[in-house]
């Protein structure tokens, strides 16, 4: 007996199947995402973090950046330098501290072994080519910040000239600790200032996460222009939920991309939010499309 199927059934049933389809291709084939891509400006140096991708292996995710017009991948530990190096990529931003995101420079019982840590990579980093290492504070665990601050400054004064004598640059990532981070130290632009100055190197600077940022303190542009000269690094995100950098969210990437630009910054951002399209290659695309300004 022959059934007729509503025809709002029929049109979700195709939909559907087409995001899954698509999903599959951007996976078993995401260079394919890239085949179109206009010329970029390149004012702005992009880069994207790959742990956002994790459907995705290196090799075919190198491949698809390469092909979007990128020339770098971000928080890529040092086995991966020679996948990158295959594909002739550079890796903006350096990862693989021991303690994470928890266990930082705030506490100096850790400070021997990131000491020993940065001894060791820091050589390499600078024979691959790559100019960043990222390091955190710690959680405050019940420590105030102002002893906390003192704790890293002498851990970093400690690593700080491992970096010069390499020439590589110690960036701690400012995050929020509202969401995501819960009693991370290093959660408000001005503490990080703070450390900064009490380091007193270029070889330490700050990672200002855009979407960190909005999260804890707002005010984002006026921040950049205000504290510029304390970032090497930024990261994109999507404000609620780290999601698409586009019309969904409450940040405009666009007036952010140009006032970074304004500061006559050279350095990289890194595209770092969630893709929630069924393409996340695609996704990727347009995201590097919107702050190529």
Not at 120 to 133: D, F, H, L, T
Not at 174 to 200: E, P, R
Request: hydrophobic share 40%.
């Amino acid at each position: 007996m022959n059934q007729s199927i509503p025809r709002r059934t029929a049109i979700k049933s195709l939909a559907t199947g087409a995001a899954a389809v698509a999903a599959t291709q951007a996976i078993t084939s995401p260079a394919s995402a890239a085949h179109h891509s206009s010329k970029l400006k390149e004012n702005i140096n992009q880069s994207v973090c790959k742990w956002c991708y994790k459907g995705i292996e290196l090799d075919p995710f190198c491949e698809a950046v390469k092909g979007m017009g990128l020339n770098a991948v971000d928080l890529i530990a040092i086995e991966d330098f020679p996948t990158l190096q295959k594909h002739g990529l550079s890796c903006s931003l350096v990862t693989g501290v021991p303690g994470g995101i928890k266990k930082g420079l705030n506490r100096e019982e850790n400070h021997e072994t990131l000491i020993a840590w940065f001894e060791e990579v820091c050589p390499q980093i600078s024979a691959a080519g790559y100019k960043q290492v990222v390091c955190f504070s710690g959680n405050r665990d019940g420590m105030s910040d102002i002893q906390g601050l003192a704790n890293c400054a002498k851990g970093l004064n400690q690593i700080v000239p491992i970096a010069e004598k390499h020439g590589v640059t110690v960036v701690m990532e400012l995050l929020n600790s509202k969401v995501n981070h819960a009693d991370y130290m290093a959660d408000l632009s001005n503490w990080g200032v703070a450390l900064c100055d009490t380091v007193g190197s270029d070889a330490f600077k700050l990672l200002y996460d855009i979407y960190h940022m909005q999260i804890m303190e707002g005010d984002v542009i006026a921040t950049i222009r205000k504290n510029h000269e304390y970032y090497s690094h930024y990261h994109t995100g999507g404000v609620p939920g780290r999601a698409e950098i586009d019309t969904t969210q409450e940040l405009y990437y666009p007036a952010i991309m140009e006032a970074i630009l304004e500061t006559g910054f050279d350095g990289y951002v890194a595209q770092e939010f969630i893709p929630a399209g069924p393409n996340p290659m695609a996704s990727l695309e347009a995201a590097v499309h919107i702050c190529d300004v």
